[in-house]
């Protein structure tokens, strides 16, 4: 059976989380709006929903927003907290590492005279505190940063930066952790931060839905306009199977987080040591301060991309890095700001472990990945793997 190894792109939906869903998509169809008893029951479960990822993060129901997935929290975050200190500042505050979600969005800001500052990072990912507390001024009402990075998997010092933030009144603090949520002891209330993106198919729940948690008192315009859903948040119909299916996969991973972290992070650890061990792969990433699901690696003198394809006919899906990215012929933003010139960032490879990763399947990776690693590297990939039978024993 093909191995799955690009979970920091998209999780299995869950079982559990789909059978949650199932009555939403049938004879609970109700527009949550509605006054009629269909409305009703659709309501009570999009505000149990609200009701059990709030508990599952550590929040107060109303403080959460469901939106159509992790884009469109951090968008929402971003544009709306932007537009809403407009009156008091127009300088907004980023690191060079960020998903393209956040640096997008801001970069469309940037057409409207908002006057965007990108912090660099050093070698293993991380931005200085020091360095960004100097970016900030009395213009300033905006800091964004993603708690743990999709592509190498470091975790920012976010205890350092939200004091920081905090040292200067009136700038608030976005954090992307629509990676990092599933994969570190989460709370929000313990983040200290006023604004956290989420999103559900990261944690094995359903792609298109997501959330932004705004602290209580945080005031940001809404982007989405029409209706009054989500306390005038984000106007339109609600997803609710989606939202009862977030809230039920935040719950599940909440529950064994405890045991399943350990469990991942030692299956990562022993692949990439399998990886490096070639010495024709090194290692991305800080070593200890981060993700433990993601092992990033640049591949020196090679194509991540034909290395990946490699693999895929090998029957084990890995990545390139973000799956957001995929397609382009640019290098990582990420690895670039690392300080990797292109021709080495041009390597990079992504392998990424969920809850469903087995023993077995890693055993399987640790043959299989050092094998076609070393074939590519003698040659070209394509002309030997399309007549191959398998990797040799």
Request: aromatic content about 4%; some cysteine.
């Amino acid at each position: 059976m093909p191995i799955y190894l690009d979970h920091a792109a998209t999780t299995p939906l869950r079982p559990e989380v789909l059978e949650g869903m199932l009555p939403l998509l049938g004879g609970t169809f109700g527009n949550p709006s509605s006054a009629h008893a269909f409305g009703r029951a659709a309501r009570e479960a999009l505000d149990d929903a609200h009701e059990r990822l709030a508990r599952s993060i550590g929040a107060d129901p109303r403080e959460i927003v469901f939106t159509s997935g992790g884009t469109e929290a951090t968008n929402l975050a971003l544009k709306g907290a932007a537009w809403a200190g407009r009156p008091r500042g127009s300088r907004l505050v980023t690191t060079a590492v960020e998903h393209h979600a956040t640096l997008h969005a801001l970069r469309y800001l940037e057409k409207f005279g908002f006057e965007v500052l990108e912090v660099g990072v050093d070698r293993l990912g991380r931005v200085d505190p020091d360095a960004l507390a100097r970016a900030l001024d009395d213009r300033t009402t905006l800091v964004s940063v993603i708690l743990g990075n999709n592509e190498v998997g470091t975790l920012q010092p976010i205890a350092e930066i939200v004091e920081r933030v905090r040292a200067r009144r009136g700038i608030l603090l976005h954090v992307d952790a629509v990676q990092a949520a599933p994969w570190t002891e989460f709370s929000v209330e313990d983040l200290g931060a006023d604004l956290v993106s989420l999103a559900a198919h990261k944690v094995e729940g359903p792609k298109g839905v997501g959330a932004l948690w705004i602290r209580r008192g945080t005031h940001i315009l809404a982007q989405q306009h029409g209706g009054g859903q989500e306390r005038h948040r984000r106007a339109g119909t609600e997803n609710v199977a989606g939202a009862v299916g977030m809230a039920r996969a935040f719950e599940l991973r909440a529950a064994e987080r405890a045991e399943l972290l350990p469990r991942v992070r030692a299956q990562r650890d022993r692949l990439e040591a399998a990886v490096v061990a070639t010495g024709l792969a090194e290692a991305t990433g800080h070593p200890t301060e981060r993700l433990p699901h993601i092992a990033s690696f640049v591949a020196r003198g090679l194509e991540g991309g034909s290395v990946a394809l490699a693999l895929d006919l090998e029957g084990i899906a890995v990545s390139t890095g973000s799956a957001c990215a995929s397609g382009s012929t640019e290098v990582s933003h990420v690895l670039t700001a690392m300080g990797y010139p292109d021709d080495v960032a041009r390597g990079q490879l992504r392998i990424s472990l969920g809850r469903t990763t087995t023993d077995a399947e890693v055993d399987e990776a640790c043959r299989v990945v050092p094998a076609v690693l070393t074939r590519v590297a003698g040659g070209s990939p394509i002309a030997e793997i399309a007549g191959a039978p398998g990797v040799a024993s």
